[in-house]
């Protein structure tokens, strides 16, 4: 062997780039040894690579859950034990959305027994699997998916109202919607003893129970629902940053409003094409904390309000003339009825689920009530659709004033990151229907990700300019998507399917189907004679 050559081998791990050569200390240098323990270097990623890592489909988490999942599972994302599950969902192989129809079509003679079964994440043969999420975490789950916007409209609700109408009315939503959540796991629960199949979503439940129509009807109102939600969504950026930044137009100024309406279309129309929910974890989590912070600010505020100035001669107790717009408002508050089937999936002790649905629900009924009856209290007649603006009333100071402005910021901040969120259900109802199911088989389909993600930019182009036509009528949009989406489904179709697998002479179901559409139907009449300046006079 060449010494040379020996030589150079030695050295060359030595003299290497990526080692790190330290000397032991005390020692004399003929006996010193070189330590070639290794650092790691990271390359910068590109523009083009960075971009393809956020939006690549092949790392897809939200086809790993169902539709009605995506905004429960961002909520528990930061959760280490629901990641475990979610790779187990990947290990599976296929996407939860496969149609119990398609299913059928496909193999029409397979058994609840059939190994096979394991292919379809979506069906699970025989009893749930408990999850991991503990009674507390429950709880905060139930908190967190009812807590959004539509808290912040209640108080406007009981100026439309007046305080005991709308809290009876608030009170009686809640006891009612507590109840269907208990007839949808009571109908899942028969399900599963009848077809040893034990359906995993909302969807699901209304296919096997309802037919394709009932899966259609299902589909339509989580379509209409979601979006509805993200229109609020924009209209109340544009509400609410004109507030603090007018471009010198007026703080009443449209035009400010449309401008930031749109550029917060802008940054939608990107941010639906990220499918890896976990980027959003850390937003989602920061959004929960000023949510939750922002509802303090406006309890204390209004708290302060009536304890300095007392209440406002102008809050009425009896019936307000607007009353019949409330109850689409009412049910509009509790937005995540159709989050009760993931939830209660993903407890680790499900025989407690019932406890902590009364338990959570009457938390929730009892902080609607306060929050709507406090602030208008506080603010009377000058209660505006969105009581974050009442804030800026408490105090003429600079300083308090700057301080509204950064709630008001970072109230947006968080819409911002919950609208890509609750987009999520209606662009894989409606690519499934545009673009089939997702074929796993195949490694990577750039072209179709890129149809996908333009169907998706122009689903949000929809959605803004709904938004954009009815901004000026916030309160009466809330109202019509809670009489046409919520209502039937927190009210109507748990009862009907309920009806059709557990009791078809249901005298109770029949009257909530009955109180449901009626009470949807005359609050969508009420709204919509409000929004043409002719309110129905009670």
């Known amino acids: 062997m060449d010494p040379t050559q020996s030589l150079n081998d030695l050295q060359a791990p030595m003299l290497s780039s990526d080692v790190d050569t330290t000397w032991s200390e005390g020692l004399p240098p003929a006996t010193q040894q070189p330590s070639t323990k290794r650092t790691t270097r990271t ?45 187990h969902h990947k290990v599976t192989g296929v996407g939860s959305a496969v149609s119990l129809s398609e299913l059928g079509k496909s193999d029409p003679g397979i058994s609840t027994e059939d190994p096979g079964l394991i292919e379809y994440p979506c069906l699970e043969a025989g009893g749930d699997e408990p999850g991991e999420s503990g009674v507390g975490a429950t709880i905060m789950t139930f908190l967190k998916c009812f807590l959004g916007t539509g808290v912040l409209f209640l108080p406007d609700g009981f100026r439309s109202a007046g305080i005991i109408p709308a809290s009876t009315m608030l009170i009686g939503s809640g006891a009612l919607a507590t109840y269907c959540m208990l007839l949808l796991l009571e109908t899942k629960k028969t399900l599963r003893q009848q077809t040893g199949i034990t359906p995993q979503s909302y969807g699901e439940i209304a296919e096997m129970a309802g037919g394709k129509l009932g899966k259609r009807l299902v589909d339509s109102a989580i379509i209409a629902s979601q979006c509805g939600f993200c229109a609020v969504y924009v209209a109340f950026i544009g509400s609410n940053m004109s507030k603090v930044a007018s471009f010198g137009l007026g703080k009443d100024s449209w035009t400010a409003h449309f401008i930031w309406m749109s550029l917060a279309q802008c940054m939608f129309f990107v941010l639906v094409w990220i499918r890896k929910l976990s980027y959003f974890a850390t937003t989602n989590a920061i959004s929960v904390v000023i949510i939750f912070g922002s509802i303090g600010i406006i309890f204390a505020g209004s708290f302060y309000e009536t304890s300095t100035q007392g209440t406002s001669d102008s809050a009425g107790w009896g019936v307000n003339k607007e009353i019949l717009t409330f109850f689409g408002t009412a049910v509009y508050a509790y937005e995540g009825i159709a989050l009760v089937l993931p939830i209660e999936r993903e407890m680790k002790e499900k025989h407690k689920v019932v406890p902590v649905i009364y338990g959570s629900m009457a938390l929730l009924v009892l902080l609607f009530v306060l929050m709507g009856s406090i602030a208008y209290l506080a603010f009377g007649s000058g209660t505006k659709v969105i009581v974050l603006q009442n804030l800026r009333d408490l105090s003429d100071k600079p300083s308090w004033n700057s301080f509204v402005n950064g709630i008001l910021v970072l109230y947006c901040f968080a819409i911002v990151f919950t609208y890509p969120l609750q987009l999520v259900p209606p662009c894989r109802i409606t690519e499934r229907k545009f673009f089939g199911e997702r074929d796993n088989s195949v490694e990577h389909d750039t072209a179709l990700k890129w149809r996908k993600n333009m169907w998706r930019s122009a689903l949000t182009c929809i959605v803004y300019f709904v938004a954009v036509a009815t901004s000026s009528q916030l309160d009466n949009l809330v109202s019509i998507i809670g009489a046409i989406a ?28 009955g109180f449901g559409l009626t009470g949807a139907l005359m609050s969508l009449i009420a709204a919509l004679a409000s929004w043409a300046k002719e309110p129905l006079d009670v």
């Open 486 to 513: 919520c209502v039937p489904l927190a009210y109507v179709f748990p009862a009907w399917f309920h009806m059709a697998v557990v009791d078809n002479q249901s005298v109770a179901d029949r009257a909530i189907i």
């Open 43 to 87: 390359r910068s990623l590109t523009l083009p690579e960075l971009a393809r890592q956020i939006f690549d489909e092949d790392e897809d988490e939200e086809y790993e859950l169902g539709d009605e999942d995506p905004d429960v599972a961002c909520k528990l994302l930061s959760d280490n034990q629901f990641r475990k599950r979610l790779k």
